[in-house]
């Protein structure tokens, strides 16, 4: 459902960017054996992050897309749903133990809507592999904690801030980063010499994506009122008010996210940085 919604979002002057930087890079320092680039997509999901940026990508010596999630089904569709011309395989299991050990021969990570579901330190640890193996990422979709409702509501505030605690929650022994991901990511990434660039891809729903528009309120409500089971006795209404306005096609929702691009410099790579 949200396959469309995401490829509207992504930021294509940042692909364009990778892709100019991936064509200027010798194909020996990039390739697999066979002459491909090798993609490393890291939380695939049903595989939308390849349906959309392979097209992008240089067209020289093909593609191979390792494609790493722990959910076998979805692993076996978005194999599957590969583009043509690319070759593709899973890699089932934890995306978070990757280190650049892991990432030899990797010409390109990428992830979609991942950074804020991790913590500081795997955050560190994805830069520290990227910038180590000399491996560009193109990171996508992460949640900024900007939300614009129209028409706006007084609670609007309230709900959004409860979100976006949420989002930051402890898992067990980890502090989720959630909005807060891709400053770290900046910062992790620069701190080792890499060309870092964001863009906003925001999310734009109205009445042409009612159903995915239903399903983003529904889940922004419940993980609001999770973390702040107070709001329960308010949202009630407000859900209510919500869903009408939905129904009449008079909602529209700003979702903010951002993507990120970092291009490690050839002198940060290998052991190389200062």
């Known amino acids: ?36 680039l090798l993609v490393r997509d890291l939380g695939c999901g049903t595989g939308s992050m390849a349906r959309w940026l392979a097209p992008r990508l240089p067209p020289r010596g093909g593609q191979h897309w390792v494609l790493h999630d722990r959910d076998p089904g979805l692993l ?26 892991a990432l030899a021969g990797t010409g390109l990570v990428v992830a979609s809507a991942l950074l804020d579901l991790l913590d500081a330190d795997e955050v560190d640890a994805l830069a520290e592999a990227c910038v180590t193996a000399g491996c560009p990422a193109l990171l996508t979709l992460s949640v900024t904690g900007r939300v614009r409702l129209d028409p706006p509501d007084p609670l609007d505030p309230a ?7 949420h989002q930051r929650r402890r898992a067990g022994t980890r502090r989720l980063l959630g909005p807060d991901a891709v400053s770290a ?3 992790a990434f620069g701190r080792r010499g890499a060309r870092v660039r964001t863009a906003p891809s925001p999310w734009r729903l109205g009445p042409d994506r009612s159903g995915l528009l239903r399903e983003w309120l529904a889940g922004w409500l419940d993980a609001a009122c999770t973390h702040r089971p107070g709001l ?6 407000y859900r ?10 008079r909602l529209t929702v700003r979702v903010g996210h951002a993507d990120l691009l970092a291009v490690p410099d050839t002198g940060s790579a290998a052991g190389e940085r200062p």
């Open 232 to 237: 329960r006795r308010v949202v009630g209404p």
């Open 1 to 36: 459902m949200r396959e469309p919604a995401d490829a509207d979002a992504r930021s294509a002057e940042l692909a364009a960017d990778l892709a100019a930087s991936l064509a200027a890079t010798p194909p020996v320092a990039r390739a697999v054996s066979s002459g491909a």
């Open 159 to 165: 709900i959004a801030a409860a979100f976006d605690d």
């Open 76 to 101: 076996e569709y978005a194999v599957a749903g590969l583009p043509a011309g690319v070759t593709g395989e899973a890699a089932p299991g934890d995306l978070t133990r990757i280190d650049a050990a």
């Open 185 to 187: 990511a900046v910062t």
């Open 240 to 249: 209510e008010r919500r869903e009408d306005e939905l129904a009449r096609g």
